[in-house]
């Protein structure tokens, strides 16, 4: 069994920065893809960002591009997501998740997630 293990969320006034880890803990897992999708209050859960695991090319929403930075490290599975310039509509819980290598699921789904970490950006 695969488990997502996030940290690094808390509260930041709006300009500020914040970076969050995920690792994933499993004695067999193998990685095709991780990254990291968030939730405000009364809205859908939506993309932030997602790199390769084979040629770490990563993708960014709109609306984070230029923002937030993913990176890897493909020997202890883990990502980590560096978000500057934090905006109050960046506010949500923030969920890492991780696709498997042979997986079914669409390229920018995943297999498993994390539990969440909340992220709170002040005005």
């Known amino acids: 069994q695969v488990q997502l293990e996030e940290s690094g969320g808390g509260l930041v006034q709006a300009g500020g920065s914040l970076r969050l880890s995920c690792a994933a803990l499993?004695?067999?897992?193998?990685?095709?893809?991780m990254g990291w999708y968030r939730q405000a209050p009364g809205k859908e859960r939506q993309f932030v960002s997602r790199?390769?695991?084979?040629?770490?090319?990563?993708n960014y929403a709109d609306y984070v591009q230029g923002r937030f930075t993913l990176s890897r490290d493909s020997v202890e599975n883990k990502v980590y997501l560096q978000m500057n310039n934090l905006k109050p509509e960046d506010t949500a819980v923030y969920y890492c998740?991780?696709?498997?290598?042979?997986?079914?699921?669409?390229?920018?789904?995943?297999?498993?997630w994390g539990q969440g970490t909340q992220v709170t950006v002040s005005s």
């Open positions: 499993g004695p067999t897992f193998s990685a095709s893809a």
């Open positions: 998740g991780a696709r498997r290598t042979g997986s079914s699921v669409g390229v920018y789904e995943y297999d498993y």
């Open positions: 790199i390769s695991w084979t040629s770490g090319i990563t």
